[in-house]
């Protein structure tokens, strides 16, 4: 009798797409963790759309500073925000690294401690920039004036900041291994964003068109100026609108966002895979991932292109009120009727955002908002002031662009990242730069003699700049499109001939807990618990490397 060794049976490969399939109630699991993803910066929405909207003319005509006073204000708290952001970024992702693999939701949970401190620092400072005037109180002293805004600038600045970065990088460990999960997390955020802004907007159209009766006080001789331009008389309308702006935000972002997110990763966690991509793998080091993401060509090229995506959307929304009030001479109400138009038309493109991104691919839908915004542009620098009303299809114009824009921006972040880790840091060095290339062009801007009116330098401002601020950043898309993505810690760990923590070399081998996958052939290596999480994480592993940005 021989004997025979017996056949190890194979086990028939799950469908792929079976595992795709999601039942209906875990649909509508996800659809609540997205939503309450997009009540987290919605304070954060509502002080920016009043920040870079009316900062800038409320520090002239309103607390009466001068323009270099203004503009260093704007710079200040662009600086501060700057360098919170990658510190901020650091720690979120050392406090994130701490997190149980073995508990669903759990890195998502060790981000928000981050995320509720910068939100309690918001609520506190911003009103103070509104709340008390500080005309009244300081008189003609210019520097203790400025000193007031500037305590408070700052406060609020380190605040806006943690908390933008600790919600971003909550993208990546909502949507492990999910492209369409990201896209669809970044629409949501964005159109909160733009509902927030169409509320302030509403909420300043409402202030600044009953206002008049009260700045005249009576007086028959108000001139027509101070009847249709802000004047000091109308801080008393910036200190409601501050009031309804924190009240608002703490509502949403404060109650709802933090205790919904902490309920829904703890009873729904499972849904959002496992918290440790096995792209990061035992990968925990800070310090590590920071210097991979340091060494990647293409992490340069994409904050490039995010700096001047934010840059270009900044700097229109800051001047365009100085255009509509000293340009083409409109009322004061116009500094709320213009956004709310582009804005209400952001908002109505967010509904067919999603499907333009997925139809035409991030590149060539960021191509697509390009060319929208450099036709917005050169229609505001061409708008005659006597047929102002053509401002208003103008902003539409730009508000559909903007938000395919920034969605695809923002998506094209999301893509670099992948499951890799280090994601505040990214989001953070890319804040970074975008905080301060804005300052750093406003202060420049405030500062500038160009020998002109003030009609045609906002002309300039509005439309020469962000055209030739569009066409730099498509260069970077381009560039882009030419540089590879990083692929793992493991493969940085290679190129510096170091081991993977299993002890084998690592070159186009990505090492998990329970097995090793080729990253060529995408087969197991050796022998590992076959079930349905392998299939999982090989099948998230073949779209990272499958799909290009």
């Not at 009466?64 to 260093?72: E, N, V, W």
Request: charged share 15%; net charge neutral; glycine share 6%.
């Amino acid at each position: 009798m021989t004997d025979e060794t017996p056949v190890k049976e194979e086990k028939p490969l799950i469908d792929v797409n079976k595992i795709e399939e999601v039942n209906n109630e875990d649909k509508k699991k996800l659809r609540l963790i997205q939503v309450l993803y997009g009540t987290g910066h919605i304070l954060n929405d509502l002080c920016a759309a009043s920040w870079f909207s009316y900062m800038l003319v409320f520090f002239e005509r309103v607390a009466l500073l001068s323009g270099a006073a203004s503009g260093a204000l704007v710079l200040l708290g662009q600086v501060v925000d700057a360098l919170t952001t990658p510190l901020v970024g650091i720690g979120c992702d050392m406090s994130a690294a701490s997190a149980d693999p073995a508990i669903p939701g759990d890195a998502v949970r060790k981000r928000l401690p981050w995320h509720l401190f910068g939100s309690i620092l918001v609520a506190l400072s911003y009103p103070g920039l509104f709340i008390q005037d500080s005309q009244y109180t300081y008189g003609s002293s210019n520097i203790a004036v400025f000193m007031w805004y500037a305590v408070f600038v700052t406060f609020f600045q380190i605040g806006w900041a943690t908390v933008q970065i600790s919600h971003l990088a909550l993208i990546p460990d909502l949507s492990v291994g999910k492209a369409s999960r990201k896209t669809s997390l970044n629409a949501t955020r964005y159109a909160a964003t733009v509902l927030s802004t169409v509320a302030v907007y509403t909420v300043a159209w409402a202030l600044l068109g009953t206002a008049g009766d009260d700045s005249n006080s009576g007086d028959n001789s108000t001139s027509s100026d101070e009847t249709n331009n802000l004047t000091r008389a109308n801080h008393v309308q910036f200190k409601i609108l501050a009031t309804f702006i924190t009240v608002t935000g703490i509502v949403f972002t404060l109650l709802i966002f933090q205790n919904g997110m902490r309920y829904v990763t703890k009873k729904y966690g499972h849904l959002l895979a496992d918290p440790q991509s096995p792209m990061a793998g035992n990968t925990a080091k800070t310090k590590d991932t920071t210097a991979m993401w340091l060494h990647c060509r293409k992490f340069y090229y994409v904050g490039m292109m995010y700096m001047c995506t934010r840059l270009l959307v900044n700097m229109t929304q800051t001047y365009l009120a100085l255009y509509l009030l000293d340009t083409l001479e409109m009322e004061k109400t116009s500094i709320a009727t213009t956004p709310l138009v582009l804005y209400a038309a952001s908002l109505t493109g967010t509904a067919v955002i999603g499907k333009i991104v997925k139809k035409l691919g991030h590149n060539k839908s960021y191509a697509v908002a390009i060319a929208g915004c450099l036709a917005a542009a050169a229609a505001m620098y061409s708008i005659p002031k006597d047929q102002s009303w053509l401002i208003y299809p103008t902003a539409a114009g730009f508000g559909l662009s903007s938000s395919l824009l920034m969605v695809s921006c923002l998506t094209i972040v999301a893509k670099l990242i992948g499951d890799l880790p280090g994601s505040a840091f990214v989001y953070g060095a890319f804040s970074f730069s975008d905080k301060m290339s804005s300052g750093i062009v406003i202060m420049i801007i405030q500062t500038v003699d160009l020998g002109v009116s003030d009609e045609q330098f906002y002309r300039l401002v509005v439309g020469v700049m962000p055209a030739f601020v569009a066409v730099l950043a498509l260069l970077f898309v381009f560039l882009c499109n030419r540089t590879s993505n990083p692929t793992s810690w493991e493969d940085y760990s290679n190129n510096k001939n170091l081991q993977s923590p299993s002890g084998t070399p690592t070159e186009n081998v990505i090492n998990i807990s329970y097995g090793t996958i080729n990253a060529d052939t995408l087969e197991r290596t050796d022998d590992g618990p076959q079930n349905i999480i392998d299939v999982v994480r090989s099948t998230q592993l073949t779209d990272h490397f499958a799909e290009p940005l």
